[in-house]
């Protein structure tokens, strides 16, 4: 029986999982961290576009503050998220893009002078003035009222992760590379750990902490089409919800970016149209505008989506062996632009399309779809990162349900949440490592390994009837077929019940290979295609049963977004032996809110069932407050007495400008 022991344990090796172990490692604690891959080959590396922080240093990102930033990320969710966190978080963002740039992140800075930029298709000369320069700088992504998101040309996540990856090495974060959580390990109330696998060699372990953290990204990988990496499969999540007391959130809410390049699903960063590239239809006519004609192709991710498959199914898409597509143009940027600030994005259409994008005209333009990009739902935790269901486990990241993101999030907010959740979560989960030792069960411990080899074992021995890669490419097509972009009830209903099938036919598959003390990629497939089953049967269930349209979770047979009925956040819970994940509901709170539902600014107007709270709500803020600006208070004085929130004193301190210095 091999147990390892250590103060903290962190499972996954991106950007969240990483900035949260080196949280705990500066308190002094011991940290192991487990990682199904080596931490700098994570999915964080993917990032290409940026982090959003509110710096407010270049001349288009002037006047920016928080309180930009925390509308702009709850206009984003559609009234989705919880309004708490969002203040949490863009009150950290600055901080946290700062501290990275003292680990060595090399941000792309600001130059003094007059620079061209595109804005609305057309070349613009902007003034970036002299106490400026050298300071941190910002492009445009969609949803934001400033320029917000701070880059490193289009190679962010990559240069952020490495900055991360070396000071988590410098503080002595254990780090344990292709070593795959399969269980977690609890006596019912509280979480002591988790049982790895070795992938390399199929040893089992237990490992043993006072506290464990989940930060093992999405579940993308249960679509057909997707930007994210053969990992992303949310096995993180799914191990959570077979304790049978986690909650998975919002599961319904999946976000798909338009731009990612046909065939290959690669992503082309937002930062392309964010630059000021935009999208054409086969006749090469700029259709955004006729949809969007206020923030055009700079809608939030779900309208844009929408629109472009909306134009494809007026018969405007580009024919292609792959399907319809569209185009995406950053030739006109200029060359000098795209070899500078898109080096990656030109790389992967030369690589994997043949094409140079800074080539002007039809020659250059990239064929995109939009298609899976991010997991809004998760693990639901409280804003501690802390579960209601089981202590000692927390969630971070795009695997968990902090709730920041509610039904749709803004491009650079995910990346900038890995490394401000994780200082943010990371500090709460250091502080209960500390003050939560006990003496561990080893009996306990015994069982769970013992119960873990066995059910690996029956997975080699069965002589089942069905194939696990038969029933894995089945689902992903289901849930890319009636559970994508648009979705009906009719549809819903019958992937909920062909994938329900599947996951009962998951368990009867045939491993070919026998053997269980080494790498055996088949038996790998025959455990975790029945957690993505779960996982799926989650997003698809969730989805049939939110009658509305919220954010990314669009039903044609709903197409109104329903305040009324569905102020609502969907938890979904897995009793052992059944079939289908049970849901329950948790009310979001109108009266609480800083800013009540209303329009989102950008999408469809007159799409909403208004509920009557939001009205009396925003009456009381606006008295609110229109009494303080009277008396003079400041912005955070306001702000605490419309919507108070907890978060620690050295992340809640004002953030520093320039020209308004600590306003």
């Given at each position: 029986?091999?147990i390892q022991?250590s103060?903290?344990?962190?499972i996954?090796?991106g950007?969240?999982g990483?900035?949260?172990?080196?949280?705990?490692?500066?308190?002094?604690?011991?940290?192991?961290?487990?990682?199904?891959c080596?931490?700098k080959?994570?999915?964080?590396?993917?990032?290409q576009?940026?982090?959003q922080a509110?710096?407010?240093?270049?001349?288009?990102g002037?006047g920016?503050n928080?309180?930009?930033?925390?509308a702009d990320t709850v206009k984003?969710?559609?009234?989705?998220?919880?309004?708490e966190?969002?203040?949490?978080?863009?009150?950290t963002?600055?901080k946290?893009?700062?501290e990275?740039?003292?680990?060595g992140?090399?941000?792309?800075?600001v130059?003094?002078?007059?620079?061209?930029?595109?804005?609305n298709?057309q070349?613009?000369?902007?003034?970036?003035k002299?106490?400026?320069?050298g300071?941190?700088?910002?492009?445009?992504?969609?949803?934001?009222?400033?320029?917000?998101?701070?880059?490193?040309a289009?190679?962010t996540?990559?240069?952020?992760?490495?900055?991360?990856?070396?000071?988590?090495?410098?503080h002595?974060?254990?780090?344990?590379?292709?070593?795959?959580?399969?269980?977690i390990?609890?006596?019912?109330?509280?979480?002591?750990g988790?049982?790895?696998?070795?992938l390399t060699?199929?040893?089992?372990?237990?490992?043993?902490?006072r506290?464990?953290?989940?930060?093992?990204?999405?579940?993308?990988?249960i679509?057909?089409?997707?930007?994210?990496?053969?990992?992303?499969?949310g096995?993180?999540a799914?191990?959570?919800?077979?304790t049978g007391?986690?909650?998975?959130s919002?599961?319904?809410?999946?976000?798909?970016h338009?731009?990612p390049?046909v065939p290959?699903?690669?992503?082309?960063?937002?930062?392309c149209?964010?630059?000021?590239?935009?999208?054409r239809d086969v006749?090469?006519?700029r259709?955004?505008?006729?949809?969007?004609?206020?923030?055009?192709?700079l809608?939030?991710r779900?309208?844009?989506?929408?629109r472009?498959?909306?134009?494809?199914r007026?018969?405007?898409g580009?024919?292609?062996?792959?399907?319809?597509h569209?185009?995406?143009?950053?030739?006109?940027l200029?060359?000098?632009?795209?070899?500078?600030?898109?080096?990656?994005?030109?790389?992967?259409c030369?690589t994997?399309?043949?094409?140079?994008?800074a080539d002007?005209g039809?020659?250059g333009?990239a064929?995109v779809?939009?298609?899976?990009?991010?997991?809004?739902g998760g693990i639901?935790?409280k804003?501690?990162?802390?579960?209601?269901?089981?202590?000692?486990?927390?969630?971070c990241?795009?695997?968990?349900?902090?709730?920041?993101?509610g039904?749709?999030?803004?491009g650079g907010?995910?990346?900038?949440?890995?490394?401000?959740?994780?200082?943010?979560?990371?500090?709460y989960?250091?502080n209960?490592?500390?003050?939560?030792?006990?003496?561990?069960d080893?009996?306990l411990?015994?069982?769970?390994?013992?119960k873990?080899y066995?059910?690996?074992k029956?997975l080699?021995?069965k002589?089942?009837?069905h194939?696990?890669?038969?029933?894995?490419?089945?689902?992903?097509?289901?849930?890319?077929?009636?559970?994508?972009?648009?979705r009906?009830?009719?549809g819903?209903?019958?992937?909920?019940?062909?994938?329900e099938k599947?996951?009962?036919d998951?368990?009867?598959?045939?491993?070919h290979c026998?053997?269980?003390d080494?790498?055996?990629?088949?038996?790998?497939?025959a455990?975790?295609?029945?957690?993505?089953?779960?996982?799926?049967l989650c997003v698809?269930?969730?989805a049939?049963?939110?009658?509305?349209?919220?954010?990314?979770?669009y039903r044609e047979?709903?197409?109104?977004?329903d305040?009324?009925?569905?102020?609502?956040?969907?938890n979904?819970?897995?009793?052992?032996?059944?079939t289908?994940?049970?849901?329950e509901?948790?009310?979001?709170?109108i009266?609480k809110?800083?800013?009540?539902?209303?329009?989102?600014?950008?999408?469809?107007?007159?799409?909403?069932i208004?509920?009557?709270l939001?009205?009396?709500?925003?009456a009381?803020v606006?008295?609110?407050?229109e009494?303080?600006?009277a008396e003079?208070?400041?912005?955070?004085?306001?702000?605490d007495?419309?919507?108070p929130y907890?978060?620690?004193a050295?992340?809640?301190?004002p953030?520093?400008?320039?020209?308004v210095?600590?306003?």
């Amino acid at each position: 029986m091999n147990i390892q022991y250590s103060d903290a344990l962190v499972i996954g090796g991106g950007l969240a999982g990483l900035r949260a172990a080196i949280e705990v490692a500066k308190s002094g604690q011991s940290v192991t961290l487990l990682s199904i891959c080596p931490v700098k080959r994570s999915h964080s590396a993917a990032v290409q576009g940026g982090m959003q922080a509110s710096l407010g240093n270049g001349a288009k990102g002037e006047g920016d503050n928080e309180d930009l930033h925390f509308a702009d990320t709850v206009k984003g969710s559609d009234w989705g998220c919880d309004q708490e966190v969002a203040r949490m978080f863009a009150q950290t963002a600055p901080k946290a893009v700062r501290e990275l740039a003292a680990w060595g992140v090399p941000w792309t800075r600001v130059t003094k002078g007059p620079r061209t930029v595109v804005i609305n298709a057309q070349k613009t000369v902007i003034e970036e003035k002299a106490e400026a320069h050298g300071l941190i700088n910002a492009r445009d992504f969609g949803g934001t009222k400033k320029w917000r998101t701070c880059y490193i040309a289009d190679a962010t996540g990559h240069c952020m992760l490495y900055g991360v990856a070396n000071e988590a090495i410098k503080h002595q974060v254990k780090i344990i590379d292709r070593m795959e959580a399969v269980r977690i390990i609890h006596d019912g109330k509280k979480c002591l750990g988790v049982i790895a696998r070795d992938l390399t060699n199929g040893q089992l372990i237990a490992y043993i902490a006072r506290g464990t953290m989940i930060a093992t990204g999405g579940y993308g990988r249960i679509y057909k089409q997707t930007t994210n990496a053969v990992i992303c499969e949310g096995t993180g999540a799914a191990i959570a919800l077979e304790t049978g007391l986690c909650r998975l959130s919002n599961m319904e809410a999946v976000q798909f970016h338009p731009t990612p390049i046909v065939p290959s699903g690669i992503l082309l960063t937002e930062g392309c149209r964010g630059d000021g590239g935009i999208l054409r239809d086969v006749d090469g006519y700029r259709f955004m505008p006729d949809y969007e004609p206020e923030k055009k192709e700079l809608a939030s991710r779900d309208v844009v989506s929408r629109r472009m498959m909306e134009h494809i199914r007026k018969g405007k898409g580009v024919k292609s062996p792959y399907g319809d597509h569209l185009w995406l143009d950053i030739s006109i940027l200029g060359r000098a632009h795209v070899e500078k600030n898109l080096r990656d994005v030109q790389d992967i259409c030369k690589t994997f399309n043949g094409i140079d994008p800074a080539d002007e005209g039809p020659k250059g333009w990239a064929p995109v779809l939009p298609m899976q990009h991010y997991s809004m739902g998760g693990i639901r935790t409280k804003p501690t990162g802390e579960s209601q269901w089981l202590n000692g486990l927390f969630a971070c990241g795009e695997a968990a349900c902090w709730d920041m993101h509610g039904f749709n999030r803004l491009g650079g907010n995910s990346c900038a949440e890995t490394v401000v959740a994780g200082m943010i979560i990371g500090d709460y989960f250091a502080n209960y490592c500390k003050n939560n030792g006990e003496i561990i069960d080893t009996d306990l411990v015994k069982n769970f390994l013992s119960k873990e080899y066995q059910y690996l074992k029956s997975l080699v021995d069965k002589e089942g009837k069905h194939s696990v890669f038969e029933i894995k490419n089945r689902m992903k097509e289901i849930m890319w077929d009636k559970v994508a972009i648009f979705r009906t009830g009719e549809g819903l209903k019958e992937a909920v019940d062909e994938l329900e099938k599947l996951y009962k036919d998951s368990l009867d598959v045939k491993v070919h290979c026998k053997e269980l003390d080494c790498a055996n990629p088949e038996l790998e497939e025959a455990y975790r295609v029945p957690r993505m089953l779960k996982v799926a049967l989650c997003v698809a269930y969730g989805a049939l049963l939110r009658t509305e349209s919220r954010g990314a979770h669009y039903r044609e047979d709903y197409p109104k977004r329903d305040d009324l009925n569905w102020m609502k956040r969907t938890n979904t819970y897995w009793v052992e032996g059944e079939t289908l994940p049970r849901v329950e509901y948790e009310d979001l709170d109108i009266m609480k809110m800083e800013i009540p539902p209303a329009f989102r600014g950008y999408g469809a107007k007159g799409n909403i069932i208004e509920n009557p709270l939001s009205e009396k709500r925003q009456a009381e803020v606006d008295a609110i407050r229109e009494k303080m600006e009277a008396e003079g208070k400041s912005r955070y004085e306001i702000q605490d007495a419309l919507m108070p929130y907890e978060l620690q004193a050295k992340f809640k301190k004002p953030n520093q400008r320039i020209g308004v210095d600590y306003e």
